[in-house]
């Protein structure tokens, strides 16, 4: 029985996972982390075109993972974005875009599952003199382009009063 066991754990462990990585670390010194339901973000005040609705009732909650550079914590940003650049080269995510530079920082944008019916979006961006962000948004059959069509709407929600303020504010 413990050996069948065993060989079911272990053949189920494919190294780190996000998953593993924000639960490890949402405690530790340097890191902030969030997780909002789409409930958080008042849609009623604006107008959204039907895909973006479409976009928005695909998503079901959003979850971040920030770490925070400063003077103390240099050497420590550089080992916990390579664990994080690791997780995501695993050939599992799909990569959707990338940008950026090395000099201000860079964004990679990846997923789980195909464009059409996207389980799982990851966002990772850094910005060297800032830190780096994790953000995985959920969600059901989410479809990538819709998905993009309502990054513009969200341009025009006011964050100010939510707990996504923080989250916003680091990548100003």
């Known amino acids: 029985m413990l050996a069948l ?6 053949s189920c462990s494919n190294g780190p996972t996000l998953q ?9 010194p340097g890191f902030t982390t969030f997780d909002a339901p789409t409930s958080l973000i008042d849609i009623e005040k ?11 009732n695909s998503v079901n909650k959003l979850n ?12 420590q940003y550089k080992v916990e974005l390579e664990k994080v650049k690791t997780i995501l080269k695993h050939p599992k995510y799909e990569e959707l875009l990338r940008g950026g530079n090395s000099t201000d ?19 990772m961006g850094n910005a060297n003199d800032k830190g780096f962000a994790v953000i995985r948004i959920l969600g059901d059959d989410m479809n990538a ?3 993009l069509s309502l990054r ?10 939510t707990d996504l ?7 100003k």
């Open 5 to 10: 066991v065993t060989v079911t754990f272990l």
């Open 152 to 161: 513009t709407a969200l341009d025009k929600v006011n964050f100010d009063n």
């Open 145 to 147: 382009n819709d998905l």
């Open 20 to 28: 593993t990585y924000y639960v490890d670390n949402e405690l530790k």
């Open 46 to 56: 604006i107008d959204l075109t039907e895909q973006q609705r479409k976009a928005y």
């Open 64 to 75: 971040a993972l920030v770490f925070q550079m400063n003077e103390n914590n240099k050497e």
């Open 105 to 123: 920082g860079k964004f990679v944008v990846k997923f789980l599952g195909d464009v059409e019916r996207i389980d799982e979006l990851v966002l």
């Open 165 to 171: 303020n923080g989250l916003t504010e680091f990548f």
